[in-house]
Every structure is written in structure tokens, then in C-alpha cells.
């Protein structure tokens, strides 16, 4: 494998994590927007809340770690892809912003009304952001792409069956991983009520995501027959680990046996990464640039690796004491027996 | 068409870095002070100080949070608004954005930490999972900050025209221009950080509230920016000369020197127009000196490139580089007021004229900060690689600019406003209740919402 090939797995694995913790993030906001306003929706955001707050920074910076390594790594993809796909990126960024901004203030706002619309704007942009992301990876895998500055189209490059299937793909797996993580979560805060809750909503995301998955196919074969093909072709291993890794969480959601439907959720949604990874090899915008060509000079990439490599010495260690010290806080606290007893609306204040 | 897309792109560019760096800056140098309070709060058993430091870290958690928002933009920015300079030369300068990133991950993932930690680890233990954030701050600030030196300064990369197929990271790294951007824009993040806070509590004692917290949140911030601002004024000067060796350009735009000549006189403010500066106060043969310790130093001039590699809006250009030294001048007057107001009475002078003049020293600084990114970015303009790409050559062919430059700088204003009113709401309530309970980004504190009644225990 040359330099240029394992800048390109890094690239993917910083997507991969982003689209499983981000992603899961993305699907809170779903969630918390789903859950209705008012006493109703109440519980289930105190939840998401709960869940999602003290980690939820480390898990969006894996997307400026994926814009880096594209821009250091692959600088005329990365000046191809932000230019022609000019609206969706600047959409997404906007989604961006303002579900930043509404997470920031959700908790720190003044008055309710105040909290409820940071609320609402984080939950409506944690929609919009991936779904535009996806619309990118459709008008990508779709090779609607040119190498070059605004060198495709700026609409129909986005605006097309394919790209909107695999943004709506986006939305659902989104929406999936994070109920199928809530479940968990639920579980440690003893909210059998919320387990119920989001266990449903797991298993009809996850038959929505497997249905658009399959509607994804079926739209590749026809507009993006490249891609296609190696999904059936290298990929398909990949392509049935992800179906298996599905059906299992189907099973283990259906059987009350949650513990391990986080992992094979994630498993089910890294695989179609890797798969669609693996069908474009060895392109990067698949019949338009190859992973060799957009390279960067040799010495480029091997500061790229040698950074990862710290990175792998420096930050997951200290990711890996940021997660032992909440996780390890939440169990403790959670197992206090007192919120048993305290009235309804007490457990749940701030 | 193409002209217009510049010209949108480049206030895109300028408003959305004019907003970060306030943040950027905060975030490199709010957590200093907030374990500065840390450090003395634990050593000398001084619970206002931790205090201090427990509310300067709810405030670095919400800056921190935005400023990663705004960060997330302008790393969107490289592609959506400069794809044609990121395309090229991504390659060349994306490793230390790389390095950056490294560096931010620390920083978020010890904030994090930190903001959790206050209940939750043993105090020592505490104090020392702020310090990587402070650690990072440093790092990611140089990092940065050495990629717009190599903008300035290119060099590690061949060929020097078409694509980029060998780079040197080193050269890259430690370009000319690093040894004096760096530690220029490092010193006016804590100058910046320790002017602002200061003036919030200067604000509060002029409005009465004299408390011990007050005068703490005064001080230890206040003490900090004094004491780096004559630091800060000795590097610019050495940056100025600098770049009037390795930018003779920009630095005749920032003084406004049309004709290369010698005895050039030295212009504070007035208008810069192509025969000569009308207006302002000259000093006959001041810039010279300045330039070379010698009044027959020569100076290069605007005239000595063509029109179209001169930078625009010289005026703009001169009276910003002035207004940044002459803030900084006078607020090393206010570090010696303090300064020998300690050595006197062992205090910060008492008089309402020292408040009022710290309360307006935050606002000064960050104008100053504005200024003098003014200078470096459109000094080296119409280059965004300075003789190398032009900026024109660098944006996108999309269209549409204006239309995101609209809606960007209506939501940043949004997002400006909620900041404020957020903090001052969570120093509001502070104050009134002392009630620290003030949830934020990364707080752990918020309730698990615990099984329903109606489920009963199980």
C-alpha cells in the first residue's frame, strides 16, 4: 500500500467516526425536535440532553479533521468538491452554525422561550446539516464532480434522485444510530419508560434506513453504475457484514437484548462507508480523479501520517479519560437510589 | 461578474475572521487566567479566587463552544470561498492546519475535562487538567498563525509556478515571517483577553459593586495584559521592520511611502493619495530612522511596483496600522499607572479615572487586534501568496457569494448578540443569587431524567 492509499484510509476513518458520533449527535437533534414541545417531549429531551452534553464538541471536530486531511492531502478534490457543490456546503455550514450556537444557548439561555427556540433551531439544523452532507457524498459518488474550480454544475450536481435519496439515507441513519444509543442510555438512567420509547423509534428507523438504503441501490445502479458495480463487485463482503450487522441490531432490539446493539449499529453503518470507500477505489471522485492523482507531494503526506500518529498516541487517550470519567460519573450518580422517590416533575428540573 | 465575487469573498473572508479571532483569542488566553485564579485559590486557600476560576471556566466553556462554530466556517471558507488557493497550495500549508487540529482536539477534550472536573476530581488533580488547555491554546494559536506567516513569507514548495509536486514541511513550517507573527498574535491574545475582563469588572466597580471578587477579577487579568503590553509594543516594532525588509510593500502602504527615497518622513494618520499624505502630522525623517536607526535609511515605495500589485484602500490601510500603535502606546501608560500605583500603595489605584480608563481599555484592545489584522491581510493584498497567487486568481467560480455574505454576517450578528447576552446573563445571575449552578456547553450537571413515577421503581 503506497502513502498516498493510507493518507485515503485516514481520510475514511475520520469520516467514519464522524458519521457515527456526529452522526449520532445529528440524530439527537432529530429526536429532541420529534419529541414535541411541552410537558410530552419532556422526558425524552431531558434524556438527549443528559446524553449528549459533556462530549459533544470531541465529536464534531471530526469533521474539521476530514476538511484538513482532504485539503492537505487531496487539495483538488477538496477545491473541486467545495467549489461545484457550492450551495449544499454552504448550507451545511450554515446548519452548522446554527446548531453549534443552539446547543451552546439551549442551556444558557435566560427565559424558556428563549431556551425552547435555541432548542428548536438546534433540533431543525441537526435535520438540514446531514441531509446536505448526503446530498455531497450523492452528487460525489454520482461523478458530478469535475476536477477544477465550479467546474460542474451547482445545482443538478446536488439536485438529483440520487443525491436526495442518499441525504434523506443520511437524515435516517442518523436518526437510527443515535435512538439505538438512547436506548442504552436510557438503560443507565434507569428510564425503563425512555428505553421503551426510543427502542421503538429504533427499530422504525432502522427498517426506514434499510428501506432507502435499498432505494439507494436501485438509483446507483441506474445513475451511478461505477459505484454500483463495486459494490457488487470488491465491496460486497462489506455490503453483507453491513446487512448482517443490521439485522442483528433488529434482533437484539426485537429480543430486549440491547447491550450489544450499539456496536453492531455502528458496525452496520461504518461498513457501508468502507463499501462505498472500497467501490470507488481507486478513485476519489469516482471516474474523475484517482486517489493517485489528487495526492499530495510524498513529504506532504508523511507529515499527514506522522501527525495521525501522534494523534492516535495523544488524543485518544485523553478521548478515551474524557469518556471513563462521564460514563464512570453517570453510572454513579444514576445509582442513587433517591430520585426514586422525589415527584415527577422534580426529577426532571435543572 | 468575477470582480464582484472578489469583492464579496474578501468581506466574507474579513467579517467572518474579524468575528473568530475575538473568540480565537479569548480561547487562547481566558483559560491562563482562569487557572492563574485556579492556582491561587488552592495555594493560598482564597475562595473568592476559586470562585473566579470556576466562573471564568463556564465563560471559556460558551467562547470556546462558539469559537469552534466560527472555526468550522472559516475551515468551510477555504474551499467555498478560495478553492483555487486551497487547491494549490492545501498541499503545502495543510499540514500545520493538521498539527492544528491535533491541538484543538486537546484543547476540547481538557475543557471538557476541566469544566467536569470541579466536582468531581480532587483539587490538585483538577488544576493540572487545565493546564494541556492552556498547553493547546499556545500550540494551536502558532500553528495558525504560522500558516498566515507563510502566506506572507512562501517558501518550501517547488515548482514555483503550476502544481506543487515537492514540499519541504519544515520550511514550511518555520517560515521567515513565524518568529515574529507568532509571538505578535500570541501576546495580543492575552493582551486582548486580560484588557477585556479586566474592563468587565472595572465596569462592575464603577457601578459599585467593590467586593473582593470584583477587585480579584480585576486585577489578575489587568496584571497580565500590563505586563505583556510593553512586551507586545518591542515585537510589533521588531515585526514592522521586518516587514519592511521582507514586505516593503505592504509596509509602504501601511505608511503610506509613494516614492522610494530616503529622509522619508514619518506621517501619523492624514490621507494617503498618489502625490503624497495630505493631512496628518509628519515627522521629516522619522520612518527612516524607524526603518534603519538612520535618517538615510531608503525606504521602498509604492512606486517602485506597477498600480496592479499595489495594495488597495491605502488609507484604510495607514490609518490602521497608526490607530494599533497608538492604542498600544496608551495602554502602556495605563500598565505604568498600575504599575506605579503598586509600587506606591501596594494596590491598583482607587480613583474612578483608572476604572474608567481600564473599563475602556478592553474595547481599545480589541480594536487594536481588528487593526492590526487590517494591516497583515490587506497590506499583503491584491497577493493572498504574497508574489506568488493573486487573491483574484485564488476565489471561486461559483456564484452566489453575496447572497452567503448576507446571510453570514446576519447570523453572526445573532450569534454576537446571543454570546453577550448569555454571558452577561450567567455574570447577572452570579451576582445576584451568588448562584454558581449556571449550566453551559460540557456541563455534566444537567439532570438524567430518572425513571417515571408512573413506572414506579424497578
Known amino acids: 500500500m503506497n502513502r498516498a492509499d493510507a493518507v485515503a484510509i485516514i481520510l475514511w476513518i475520520g469520516a467514519t467516526l464522524y458519521a457515527i458520533f456526529g452522526g449520532a449527535d445529528f440524530g439527537a437533534g432529530l429526536w429532541s425536535l420529534l419529541a414535541g414541545r411541552g410537558e410530552r417531549g419532556r422526558r425524552p429531551r431531558a434524556l438527549i440532553d443528559w446524553a449528549i452534553g459533556p462530549v459533544w464538541e470531541a465529536n464534531h471536530v471530526w469533521l474539521i479533521f476530514v476538511l484538513v486531511v482532504l485539503w492537505t492531502g487531496f487539495s483538488s478534490a477538496f477545491e473541486s468538491i467545495f467549489s461545484t457543490l457550492f450551495i449544499p456546503l454552504c448550507l451545511a455550514a450554515l446548519g452548522i452554525v446554527l446548531r453549534g450556537s443552539g446547543f451552546a444557548f439551549q442551556h444558557t439561555a435566560r427565559r424558556a422561550s428563549g431556551r425552547a427556540l435555541a432548542a428548536t433551531i438546534f433540533g431543525l439544523a441537526s435535520v438540514l446539516t446531514p441531509f446536505f452532507m448526503g446530498t455531497v457524498v450523492g452528487a460525489i459518488a454520482g461523478g458530478r464532480v469535475p476536477v477544477g474550480n465550479a467546474a460542474g454544475d451547482p445545482v443538478t450536481s446536488w439536485l438529483n434522485p440520487l443525491s436526495l435519496v442518499i441525504g434523506a439515507l443520511f437524515v435516517a441513519t442518523c436518526a437510527y444510530l443515535s435512538a439505538v444509543f438512547l436506548v442504552s442510555d436510557a438503560r443507565r438512567a434507569r428510564a425503563p419508560d425512555l428505553e421503551r420509547y426510543f427502542g421503538t423509534r429504533a427499530l422504525v428507523s432502522a427498517i426506514v434506513t434499510g428501506a432507502l438504503a435499498a432505494a439507494g441501490l436501485v438509483v446507483l445502479r441506474s445513475d451511478a453504475r461505477f459505484v454500483f458495480d463495486g459494490l457488487k463487485g470488491d465491496a460486497l463482503p462489506l455490503v453483507i457484514l453491513s446487512v448482517v450487522c443490521g439485522s442483528a441490531v433488529l434482533v437484539l432490539l426485537r429480543r430486549n437484548a440491547r447491550r450489544g446493539a450499539r456496536v453492531f449499529a455502528a458496525g452496520a453503518v461504518a461498513c457501508v462507508i468502507w463499501a462505498w470507500g472500497v467501490a470507488q477505489h481507486p478513485y476519489l471522485l469516482p471516474q474523475k480523479l484517482t486517489i493517485a492523482a489528487a495526492a499530495a507531494p510524498s513529504a506532504t503526506l508523511t507529515s499527514l501520517l506522522v501527525v495521525f500518529g501522534v494523534a492516535v498516541l495523544v488524543v485518544l487517550p485523553a478521548l478515551g479519560l474524557l469518556f471513563t470519567l462521564v460514563q464512570r460519573n453517570l453510572v454513579r450518580e444514576t445509582s442513587t437510589p433517591t430520585t426514586h422517590d422525589k415527584p415527577h416533575a422534580d426529577t426532571l428540573r435543572r | ?458
Not at chain 2, 25 to 50: C, K, T, W
Not at chain 2, 402 to 423: D, N, S
Open chain 2, 1 to 458: 461578474m468575477l470582480a464582484t465575487t472578489l469583492q464579496a469573498a474578501r468581506s466574507q473572508m474579513a467579517f467572518t475572521l474579524a468575528f473568530h479571532i475575538i473568540l480565537a483569542s479569548l480561547g487562547v488566553a481566558l483559560p491562563a487566567l482562569m487557572l492563574i485564579a485556579n492556582y491561587r485559590g488552592l495555594r493560598h486557600q482564597d475562595a473568592e479566587a476559586l470562585k473566579l476560576a470556576q466562573r471564568w471556566s463556564k465563560a471559556v466553556a460558551v467562547t470556546f463552544a462558539v469559537g469552534a462554530v466560527t472555526g468550522t466556517v472559516l475551515s468551510f471558507e477555504f474551499g467555498l470561498l478560495w478553492p483555487a488557493f486551497t487547491g494549490r497550495f492545501g498541499e503545502v500549508f495543510g499540514v500545520l492546519f493538521a498539527i492544528e487540529g491535533l491541538f484543538f482536539f486537546v484543547e476540547a477534550i481538557f475543557i471538557a475535562i476541566y469544566i467536569f472536573g470541579w466536582k468531581h476530581l480532587s483539587p490538585w488533580t483538577h488544576f493540572w487538567t487545565g493546564v494541556p488547555v492552556v498547553i493547546a491554546g499556545l500550540g494551536g494559536a502558532f500553528s495558525v498563525v504560522a500558516v498566515n506567516s507563510w502566506m506572507n513569507q512562501p517558501q518550501g514548495y517547488s515548482p514555483m509556478t503550476g502544481k506543487v509536486t515537492s514540499v519541504e514541511p519544515l520550511k514550511v513550517i518555520f517560515n521567515p515571517a513565524v518568529p515574529y507573527e507568532v509571538p505578535h498574535m500570541i501576546l495580543a491574545a492575552y493582551l486582548v483577553t486580560g484588557f477585556l475582563v479586566a474592563s468587565i469588572y472595572a465596569v462592575g466597580m464603577l457601578r459599585g459593586r467593590r467586593d473582593r471578587i470584583h477587585r480579584l477579577g480585576l486585577l489578575i487579568p489587568l496584571t497580565v495584559a500590563c505586563i505583556v503590553t510593553p512586551i507586545q509594543f518591542a515585537v510589533g516594532d521588531t515585526a514592522a521592520r521586518a516587514i519592511a525588509k521582507d514586505q516593503p510593500i505592504k509596509f509602504a502602504g501601511m505608511e503610506c511611502v509613494q516614492t522610494t527615497s530616503t529622509d522619508v518622513t514619518e506621517y501619523i494618520y492624514g490621507r494617503c493619495t498618489s502625490s503624497g499624505v495630505k493631512g496628518g502630522i509628519g515627522i521629516p525623517g522619522f520612518d527612516s530612522f524607524l526603518v534603519g536607526w538612520s535618517t538615510s535609511t531608503q525606504v521602498v515605495g509604492l512606486d517602485s511596483v506597477t498600480p496592479d500589485d499595489r495594495p488597495p484602500d491605502n488609507t484604510m490601510l495607514h490609518w490602521a496600522f497608526d490607530t494599533m500603535v497608538g492604542i498600544c502606546t496608551v495602554l502602556i501608560v495605563l500598565a505604568l499607572w498600575l504599575g506605579i500605583g503598586w509600587w506606591r500603595k501596594k494596590d491598583f489605584p482607587q480613583s474612578k479615572w483608572f476604572l474608567r480608563a481600564t473599563a475602556a481599555s478592553g474595547v481599545l484592545a480589541v480594536v487594536a487586534l481588528e487593526c492590526g489584522w487590517i494591516v497583515t491581510e490587506v497590506g499583503r493584498q491584491p497577493w493572498i501568496v504574497y508574489n506568488v497567487m493573486r487573491t483574484s486568481d485564488a476565489v471561486t467560480h461559483a456564484s452566489g457569494v453575496w447572497v452567503t455574505f448576507g446571510l453570514i454576517v446576519a447570523l453572526y450578528v445573532a450569534l454576537g448578540a446571543a454570546l453577550i447576552i448569555t454571558l452577561r446573563a450567567m455574570s447577572r445571575r452570579w451576582r445576584d443569587a451568588d448562584e454558581d449552578d449556571v449550566g453551559g456547553p460540557y456541563d455534566p450537571e444537567s439532570q438524567a431524567p430518572g425513571p417515571a413515577l408512573a413506572e414506579g421503581p424497578q
